[in-house]
């Protein structure tokens, strides 16, 4: 299985940003040398803000996307495939701007996807485009978090998409999803943990519990996508400008601090972080490169409230976000945010349990970024590949049709 995450559309500002036809071509690329490296069977990609911010303008892209991949010759053992891409840009109470596509390789057999009204398995055969409302569409679930959930942005559009799938009679779900941003770095530095942190974990919270609620058997599952989790901002500055003063900058006419400034206590004042609200500009990038930014790994915290519920393998590669979208910048972080692990892979832990006991047959596991060097947009995909031996899920629990119930 390959799963990936975090596709956005660059956004429509002046160059010398890579036009979006040009990253396409990229990040195709980058993304069919993993298939080639990898040659998985079972193949899932999950996509975030699908068509970018201005979505209408940027369909025909999102067209040639998936035209591109359905068509390609580096997908063309590919038989079988479902594509499910919400469209309906024009449905506020609905719109997730998530797509999710599923790829079989042509040697799999018996291959089945749940439908979640009739409660049945179905054989999957051809390759299917679901687009524009998901909403009646019985082989995916689809929900839009609640408004007030982040109640300052009125056009959030988080929310996540989940399918059920049983291959080699294991049965796992694979959950797409796309939590709330910081808003505000300003905000996110005042309160450890910020206060960021706790709607993203109401609302993961409240997907871990929609999908092993009592409606379906439970089964293992996958959450991957863009969880825009954060470093803890708070001890990052506070490490980062050990010895630092700070400056603050208040507006005339609301006093409001607009901007925080760190200087050196002596070297002759230099600055070397300055805070605003879509500002992070700390002087010295390499912090994030050095061993792949792994030293910072230490604030990244979101995950711990939920260490008994999912799980993430080891964490090698850099921050996967915010890289500039400058032409031949592929290496190179916007000063817009704190790097951060946005994008991760994550499972329960019945799934980690058929990983592991998979690997121990051979080293088969890996946990990855795409495109290290090349500009893929803000965001860098992350996948995971793995193996899964046959009848790795059979000891747990008894066969219900094609599928393991765990």
């Not at 068509?51 to 590919?78: I, P, R, T």
């Not at 590669?317 to 032409?327: K, N, R, T, V």
């Not at 088969?364 to 995971?384: A, E, Q, R, S």
Request: aromatic share 12%; charged share 25%.
């Amino acid at each position: 299985a390959l799963g990936l995450s975090a596709v956005p559309d660059p956004l429509p500002v002046a160059p010398p940003l890579v036009h979006p036809e040009t990253l396409q071509k990229n990040w195709l690329r980058e993304f069919y040398q993993v298939v080639h490296t990898h040659k998985p069977h079972f193949m899932a990609l999950h996509c975030q803000e699908f068509g970018g911010k201005n979505y209408e303008a940027s369909m025909s892209h999102v067209d040639k996307f998936v035209k591109e991949l359905l068509s390609s010759d580096a997908m063309k053992e590919y038989s079988r495939a479902r594509v499910y891409l919400d469209e309906n840009f024009r449905s506020q109470e609905h719109f997730t701007a998530l797509g999710s596509f599923y790829f079989l390789h042509e040697s799999l057999k018996n291959i089945y996807q749940f439908d979640f009204k009739a409660k049945k398995y179905k054989k999957v055969t051809g390759k299917e485009i679901y687009s524009d409302t998901l909403e009646s569409t019985p082989m995916l679930e689809k929900e839009k978090f609640p408004q007030d959930y982040f109640p300052e942005c009125k056009w959030s559009r988080k929310g996540f998409i989940r399918t059920r799938w049983c291959v080699a009679d294991c049965a796992f779900d694979l959950v797409n999803i796309h939590l709330f941003h910081d808003a505000s770095n300003l905000v996110a530095w005042e309160t450890s943990p910020s206060v960021y942190s706790g709607i993203r974990h109401k609302a993961l919270g409240y997907v871990l519990d929609r999908i092993i609620d009592q409606r379906f058997e439970k089964v293992s599952y996958f959450v991957f996508g863009d969880f825009n989790f954060r470093l803890d901002s708070k001890s990052v500055v506070e490490t980062l400008c050990t010895k630092a003063t700070v400056q603050t900058v208040r507006a005339a006419d609301t006093n409001e601090v607009v901007k925080l400034v760190f200087r050196e206590s002596d070297n002759d004042r230099k600055v070397m972080l300055q805070l605003e609200k879509k500002l992070f500009d700390y002087f010295n990038q390499e912090v994030f490169h050095d061993n792949n930014g792994t030293a910072l790994l230490e604030f990244d915290k979101e995950l711990s409230v939920f260490k008994d519920r999912l799980y993430e393998l080891d964490i090698s590669f850099p921050p996967s976000y915010p890289y500039s979208e400058e032409s031949g910048q592929g290496q190179r972080y916007m000063n817009t945010r704190c790097p951060a692990w946005c994008d991760r892979v994550l499972m329960s832990p019945s799934a980690r349990e058929l990983i592991l006991k998979s690997e121990s047959e051979e080293k088969v596991v890996t946990y990855d970024h795409i495109g290290p060097n090349v500009c893929m947009g803000d965001h860098k995909p992350v996948f995971l590949a793995f193996r899964i031996a046959p009848g790795a899920g059979k000891p747990h629990a008894h066969v219900h049709k094609c599928c393991v119930v765990q």
